[in-house]
């Protein structure tokens, strides 16, 4: 576990693609950097009008929060859509999968994890 305060910016850490040239992470605080066991804190960045089918992967919960730009997330199971928008958050289940539409503006999300992704 963390015993003390820590400050990291995003120059701090590696840029890690999740789909090369359409989709990166900086994963600011996990277990590795600061010893949270609890959860992991990323930033993602999409490009614009990345569309992609998006499934749970059974082990992680995570919380979505739209900082900047927009999407449309459809899921898949029963067809309802939502407008994702600066100041939206979304909780991900351990399994689900959506259809995630980016805006024409790119897409940033603060993103929270359990457990911890590196």
Known sequence: ???RIEWTTQDDVEKIWIFEGDEYSHRLVTKQRQGCESFSFHITTYTPNFDTVVEGDGIHEVVLYCLQGDSRQIVLED???R??????????PLNFSYRHIVGPNGLVVAVACTPPRE
Do not use: I, N, Q, S
């Open 1 to 3: 576990m963390g015993e």
């Open 79 to 81: 067809g309802r859509e």
């Open 83 to 92: 407008h994702f928008t600066p100041g939206t958050a979304v909780y991900l």
